[in-house]
């Protein structure tokens, strides 16, 4: 290949409404400008061939690899006769994940392909998504984690550790892709709602960044899931002689803030200033303070905070077709006050001061939280955490939910507390009699913590609940008639919220962002899912939502001036559509 055609790729047509820079990154060999049927050279370091190519999970197509390829890349031999189609490849991994009866065998077998074939694992991640999306995310990702050291083959990912203080970039700089987008970064202190799980969190950015190709389409080679590991509370963990992080106390203050400044300055010097970074499942205390303190200056997105927010917020302005009234209309009553409580509060307020044109103090009112010691009131202001006290309001004291259900008289009940079964007969009964359809979200993660399951919300409050969950629950049979639950999950925003972030350039979050994503997916809920009484659309189109997603997104950081790939492509769906990753196998010179 001449240095002229290599110029060429590189300084090719990157910005025009054309170019299928797939995930907006630019591609050096033109393989993902490439049409589905071109051929393409499989690049490594040199031309992968032989058993060598069979080992790359980039290139690796096992017995799909045509006669031709056969001769052409030294594999006569290394395979058995048989030339298989993709389809025939996933119809029996299909078949073979489905035979494991464990769910967490069949999260193994996945990450097992994943390391082995990279196109079928993600063919069959999207072409099964409502399936599988419970094995590689939520819930079974959870049991991943907690016996991630058990399980631990080879290893996905960067983990930096304390050991590593002062040397991040050169770290940075040992992963083999240089052109990363997107960083999903976790210290695994609050793995969904089962706690401190240290470095063994390294499941959740792993599953997180299959999400982010898989219904985003963002090209997985521009994806890198990091572990910050300072350390762990865990004392099982800690005793654990198959334990894979530091067997220390986490490292707190000082220490902590250091090691994370030094992280985000080295991300930065090393992928510049369009790396998107995504914080997740930090503690409250370190996930607000990290958030408030990058936002300015890095690109960053805390998914508990704003992407919890962004999707129950569209679940909210689609439920109004159901239910009536305009957001404003509606009183909201939380279990729940963390990151997840208060991220989705403020968007609310957010969101009505913005239809309304009232400040968002005057909002705040409409939107209650109940934490552990009971409902927030102007009269614990003194000893609330920082991000609590705009929701100390003006009331007497209540102690429990079902005294502040009654108080209050919310019409939205929604539960972030982490906490399992809090959402009690009582509680349902109470929204149930105040309300003719009561909107329930038991939000919390995985199953086991919800706070309460389909089935509880349908037969107490007589059928007449909206009701959608943070992990899924099956369809419910109530008096003759099916209800099928709602999933308020992240996907849903995340994955198109990164795609459009990458493909316009964009350089800082801007919440209006996250506004125009929540209307973006409750504008994609149709007459056929409302009759069902979902508040979100299946799964199955997920793609197609995650590409109008993306344009919102992108739509709003062109006319914010956050953009920087200019010009603005015309039709910004259509380029989100080109810029996605494909699973399909290319054919190979």
């Not at 082995?116 to 063919?123: G, I, M």
């Not at 991630?148 to 990912?157: A, W």
């Not at 052109?179 to 976790?186: A, D, G, K, P």
Request: charged residues 25%; proline residues 5%; aromatic residues 8%.
């Amino acid at each position: 290949m001449g240095d002229s055609t290599l110029k060429e790729m590189k300084n090719g047509d990157l910005e025009g409404e054309n170019s299928g820079v797939a995930g907006g990154v630019e591609d050096m060999y033109g393989e993902d400008r490439a049409t589905q049927d071109q051929p393409i050279t499989p690049w490594a370091i040199s031309v992968a061939s032989g058993h060598t190519l069979l080992r790359d999970p980039r290139h690796n197509k096992g017995t799909a690899f045509t006669e031709k390829e056969r001769d052409a890349h030294y594999l006569r031999g290394l395979l058995p006769p048989v030339v298989l189609s993709q389809e025939l490849q996933e119809k029996k991994m299909i078949q073979n994940i489905r035979n494991y009866e464990v769910p967490l065998q069949k999260y193994m077998a996945m990450m097992d392909l994943q390391e082995r074939n990279e196109r079928l694992f993600y063919k069959l991640l999207i072409d099964n998504v409502d399936e599988l999306l419970p094995i590689v995310y939520t819930p079974v990702v959870g049991e991943a984690c907690q016996k991630y050291g058990s399980i631990f083959r080879r290893p996905q990912g960067l983990y930096i550790s304390l050991k590593e203080k002062g040397r991040i970039l050169e770290v940075l700089k040992n992963w083999p892709e240089k052109s990363i987008q997107v960083i999903v970064v976790t210290d695994g202190e609050r793995i969904l709602g089962l706690g401190d799980l240290g470095c063994q969190g390294m499941g959740i950015p792993v599953g997180k960044l299959a999400l982010y190709t898989a219904l985003g389409g963002v090209r997985p080679s521009v994806c890198l899931p990091i572990t910050i590991d300072v350390g762990t509370n865990n004392q099982k963990l800690l005793d654990d002689e198959f334990y894979i992080g530091l067997k220390q106390k986490r490292a707190t203050g000082q220490e902590y803030a250091e090691l994370m400044e030094e992280f985000m300055s080295a991300v930065k010097q090393n992928y510049g200033e369009k790396i998107l970074i995504q914080f997740e499942d930090f503690a409250n205390h370190n996930a607000f303070e990290l958030l408030s303190r990058y936002r300015t200056s890095h690109l960053v997105f805390n998914d508990d905070i704003q992407g919890t927010a962004s999707v129950v917020l569209a679940g909210l302005i689609a439920s109004l077709k159901l239910v009536g009234g305009t957001l404003s209309d509606h009183t909201f009553l939380f279990l729940g006050a963390g990151e997840a409580g208060t991220g989705i509060a403020e968007l609310i307020a957010l969101e009505i001061s913005k239809k309304t044109h009232t400040s968002v103090e005057e909002n705040r009112k409409k939107i209650w939280l109940v934490d552990s010691k009971g409902l927030i009131v102007s009269s614990r202001r003194e000893s609330l955490q920082h991000f609590k006290k705009p929701w100390a309001h003006e009331h007497e004291p209540v102690k429990s939910l079902l005294d502040a259900v009654k108080a209050i008289k919310p019409t939205v009940l929604i539960g972030t507390s982490g906490v399992g079964k809090t959402f009690t007969k009582d509680v349902v009964e109470a929204m149930a009699s105040l309300n003719e359809k009561p909107l329930i979200l038991a939000l919390s993660n995985p199953t086991s913590q919800a706070e309460c399951t389909a089935e509880e919300a349908y037969a107490w409050s007589e059928g007449r609940a909206i009701f959608a969950s943070g992990s899924p629950f099956d369809p419910v049979d109530y008096n003759g008639k099916v209800y099928v639950p709602g999933q308020a999950n992240n996907a849903y925003i995340f994955p198109g919220f990164g795609l459009g972030i990458i493909m316009s350039g964009t350089i800082r979050v801007h919440d209006d962002m996250l506004l125009a994503a929540s209307e973006a997916l409750a504008a994609q809920v149709t007459e056929e899912n409302y009759e069902k009484g979902l508040i979100y659309p299946p799964f199955t189109s997920i793609r197609k939502i995650s590409a109008n997603i993306a344009a919102k997104v992108a739509a709003k950081s062109y006319e914010l001036g956050l953009a920087s790939r200019l010009p603005r492509p015309k039709d910004l769906v259509k380029y989100a559509e080109s810029c996605m990753y494909s699973p399909n196998y290319r054919s190979y010179l």
